[in-house]
Structure formats: structure tokens, C-alpha cells
């Protein structure tokens, strides 16, 4: 419990940028590589945007919740939105190439696989959706490659 | 996210500061673009020198503006990217879309 870190925030862009200040500090503090360190910022503040804009339909009155889980050798990312979640596991299927420049959105996803060593959806029982992003800490600090 | 537009010859470049992600952003950079287009101005050099980081929006509103030159026969080439902006264009496999430089001569030279 002592080293869970929890953030709310309205759902408004201007935060962010908070999240990214304290994602650096958790992630440099439990000793992530640069790289890594990189890697968790852009992925969490994807996971952020999508639940602000998709999950809370950028309401202000509505509130994205943000949980560090530092754990040993490992960080897990736990975000929550309000919103009626989507059909994840087709998405999954079906995650659009984030190379076609004919799609403007829609790479946010994409990014958090690549980046992450995982990450997974769930719909909440009592609303709202709930995005997990983990990392370990390999030898180097960086990403795992198993 | 705030813009500075300067010339260089017939080169238009758009000093980017803060963030680049999403709201009222793209609205801004799109209308900015075609009113680029509007002054035939076709060579664009988008200086993110002082851009920290964008989310995977922000780097949307980038293709909209490189699509919409594109298609009028005109270019966006990005300068001075960050390491975590390198990151997602890379992951993105956008870095082979986007002309990238981290030297403002060359960039401006590479439309010549």
C-alpha cells in the first residue's frame, strides 16, 4: 500500500503534463534506463489521453484516476476513466497500422504495446474502464525482453 | 502549444513551443496551415526545438498538416524532434513519412 502512488484529475489536457512530471519521478526513482523511462512516460500519457478524451468525453466533471504500483522489478500503471469502456478485444484484433498517413488518430494503442511489456482492459462493474500498463526493470534498467 | 511563423527565402518555418496534443491544438495548427497554403507559401519547416513531448494526437495534427501540403503540392519537413517524439515516430514507423533534421540550414537547404 505504501508504494502506491494515486493522481485524480479533471479531464482537461493541462494536466498531462503533471503526469508526466511524476511518471518521471517514479520511473527514474525505481531505476528505469532513460530509454525506459521514455518509453512509460509516452505510453501512460496515451493511456491518459484516451481516457479523457474517449472514456470522459473530455467532461471537466468527469475524473481520470492514476495509480503507480511500484513493485519489485516492476511498475504497473493502473488508469481509470468513467466511460462505458469500448470493445477491446476487437480492437485488439483490428489495431489500425499507425503508419497510413490517412488516419489521423488512432495510434495511441499501437504505441502503449510496443512501448509496454504489457498491457491490458477491463470494463469495471460499477462503470468506467480501467487500463493496465506494466514494466520491468531488466539488468539495465530497461525494457524486458522476455 | 504556441507558434511563431518566420521566414528563410521562399521557406516558412513554424517555431513550435510547449505541448502538441490534443483540444483546441489541432484547430489551431490546421487553420495555420491553410492560411499558409492561402499565401502559397508550400515549404514548411515545423521546429519543434521547443516541444518537450507529444502525445500520439499531437503527432495527428502533424500528419494532418504534412497530408494537407502533400496534396497541394507542397512539403512539411519537422526540425530539431526530441528523443520521446523520435520515440513514437519510430514506433509509428512515421519516421519514414516525416523528413527529420537537427540542423536548420540543412533543413531549410533540403527544399532547394
Not at chain 2, 518566420?6 to 516558412?12: D, F, L, M, Y
Not at chain 2, 519537422?78 to 533534421?101: A, D, G, H, P, R
Amino acid at each position: 500500500m505504501g508504494d502506491n502512488i494515486t493522481l485524480t484529475f479533471p479531464s482537461s489536457y493541462q494536466w498531462l503534463n503533471m503526469i508526466d512530471l511524476v511518471c518521471g519521478e517514479v520511473t527514474a526513482e525505481m531505476g528505469f534506463s532513460h530509454d525506459a523511462l521514455n518509453e512509460i512516460s509516452i505510453s501512460v500519457i496515451e493511456a491518459c489521453t484516451n481516457a479523457l478524451e474517449h472514456g470522459n468525453g473530455s467532461d471537466t466533471n468527469l475524473e481520470v484516476r492514476v495509480v503507480f504500483r511500484r513493485e519489485p522489478g516492476r511498475l504497473m500503471v493502473e488508469v481509470f476513466d468513467c466511460g462505458k469502456g469500448f470493445d477491446y478485444k476487437n480492437y485488439m484484433n483490428n489495431i489500425p497500422d499507425p503508419s497510413d498517413i490517412q488516419n489521423q488518430r488512432g495510434r495511441g494503442i499501437y504505441i502503449m504495446c510496443q512501448m509496454m511489456d504489457s498491457l491490458s482492459f477491463e470494463k469495471l462493474p460499477d462503470g468506467g474502464m480501467k487500463v493496465a500498463l506494466l514494466k520491468k526493470i531488466d539488468d539495465t534498467g530497461g525494457k524486458n525482453s522476455d | 502549444m504556441k507558434i511563431k511563423s518566420r521566414e528563410s527565402g521562399q521557406v516558412t518555418i513554424l517555431d513550435v513551443s510547449g505541448k502538441l496534443m490534443g483540444g483546441t491544438d489541432a484547430d489551431v495548427f490546421r487553420d495555420l496551415i491553410h492560411e499558409l497554403l492561402e499565401q502559397g507559401k508550400k515549404r514548411i519547416i515545423v521546429n519543434l526545438s521547443e516541444v518537450g513531448w507529444v502525445n500520439s494526437t499531437g503527432v495527428g495534427i502533424l500528419i494532418t498538416g504534412y497530408t494537407t501540403m502533400r496534396r497541394n503540392k507542397g512539403d512539411l519537413k519537422l526540425l530539431n524532434v526530441s528523443n520521446k517524439i523520435q520515440s513514437i515516430l519510430y514506433v509509428t514507423k512515421l519516421n519514414l513519412i516525416f523528413e527529420c533534421y537537427d540542423n536548420e540550414e540543412k533543413a531549410i537547404a533540403s527544399y532547394s
